[in-house]
Nanobody
Framework: QVQLAESGGGYVQPGGSLRLSCDAS????????PGWFRQAPGKEREFVAT????????YYSDSVKGRFTISRDNAKKTVYLQMNSLKPEDTAVYYC????????????????????WGQGTQVTVSA
């Protein structure tokens, strides 16, 4: 059974860093591709980062590109999101999710194509 469990959230000042982890026990990386989404208060859940199904390429939203880095440890079945230069607008609940590896490239940012989700971890960026 696929279970996704995020950790590493917390409170950080603007300009600070956090690293989120997603324990993806049971996830078969050959058939599922992990990604990160976030949801700020009063806003819709939005795409943050994911991999190409080959894991050779990563994709980011424009709002986090250059500041966030997604990575994974296949042996540990863990996915990471390193967040640097954090801004107050990065405040949100961050979710780990997984989609089928066959999802076409133009649809990998669409949350409706992700069928496994964690419960989320809160990240608060404030002075």
């Amino acid at each position: 059974q696929v279970q996704l469990a995020e950790s590493g959230g917390g409170y950080v000042q603007p300009g600070g860093s956090l690293r989120l982890s997603c324990d993806a026990s049971g996830l078969t990386f050959n058939s599922r591709v992990p990604g990160w989404f976030r949801q700020a208060p009063g806003k819709e859940r939005e795409f943050v980062a994911t991999f190409h199904r080959s894991a050779s390429t990563t994709y980011y939203s424009d709002s986090v590109k250059g500041r966030f880095t997604i990575s994974r440890d296949n042996a540990k079945k863990t996915v990471y999101l390193q967040m640097n230069s954090l801004k107050p607008e990065d405040t949100a609940v961050y979710y780990c999710a997984a989609r089928k590896s066959g999802t076409i490239l133009s649809e990998i940012r669409n949350l409706n194509n992700y069928d496994y989700w964690g419960q989320g971890t809160q990240v608060t960026v404030s002075a």
